[in-house]
């Protein structure tokens, strides 16, 4: 019965993953717009003057400039026209390896969880349960999946570099390959503290958010168990995970795809000094860069998602 949910969860996730993918894809480019490169190492004499531009700069309080503001159909454009439609789906294989290992894992378990914990009677569960299933089978979930992660990101943020810092991946197991020998196997893990944050914030919004919203709509009337309620319910629960993750997944965006030198200092040194420098350099709005996207592929990933596997549990449900 365990295993089922898993097999569940893993079809239906799978499908919402790569049916949504290039608004994925656009939501990670937007997240990265404005973010600073990394100083280039100067010489002595070089980095003397450049502490004098910055002292000068600061003392007269000079702003940056800021870049114009894009729209995700602007950035999906942009992308079609400089890397074609194919660019559209870079990546696309990490998601399928992701989904494959995260969201198989916290569905599965959140399922194992809503079934030992439900009420026997009533086969209810009290919403703070459904929220407790949900940030243990996300957590989970996303230290199981990081590494597939870290290469999702990286090959969908690959065509915003010059060509010559590309790092081309020729897949996910290329990606990981590399990182592996490259940065080392740690580097898979890279940013694994706020995946598994997003993730617990995610999968305890939507998955409880869903349950609950349907119970509700069965139990006021408002409409019998079918699509209509899978619909309503699911793009309600994308709507609330959305909001809730959409600052972690900005930190987490740049910690997973930030170049690390050898020798060189890292552009951050952690989630936390990645939050204070974009707050910083950008502003506090910028922790809700991609929301736009990011709602636009939440909403549909999970209406997708809920949909599909309440699909799928009726074709399972007659063996």
Known sequence: MGFKGFVEGGI????????????????????LDGEKPPLPNLRPALAFNASRSVVAQESFHIPPPQPPRVGPISVGVRIVQSEGVAALFSGVSATVLRQTLYSTTRMGLYDILKTKWSDPDSGSMPLTRKITAGLIAGGIGAAVGNPADVAMV???????????????????????TRMSKQEGI????????????????????????YDQIKETIL????????????????????????????????IKTRVMNMKVEAGAMAPYSGALDCAMKTVKAEGPMAL?????????RQGPFTVVLFVTLEQVRKIFNQF
């Open 12 to 31: 239906a996730s799978i499908v919402a993953g790569c049916s949504t993918h290039p608004l994925d894809l656009i939501k990670v480019r937007m997240q």
């Open 154 to 176: 990286r090959m969908q943020a690959d065509g915003r570099l010059p060509v010559a810092q590309r790092r081309n991946y020729a897949g996910v197991v290329d990606a990981i």
């Open 186 to 209: 740690t580097s898979l893990w890279r940013g694994s503290a706020l995946t598994v944050n997003r993730a617990m914030i995610v999968t305890a919004a939507q998955l409880a958010s």
């Open 219 to 250: 139990e006021k009337g408002v409409m019998k168990d079918g699509l209509g309620t899978h619909v309503t319910a699911s793009f309600a629960a994308g709507f609330v995970a959305a909001v809730a993750s959409n600052p972690v997944d900005v």
């Open 288 to 296: 809700y860069k991609g929301f736009i996207p990011t709602i636009s």
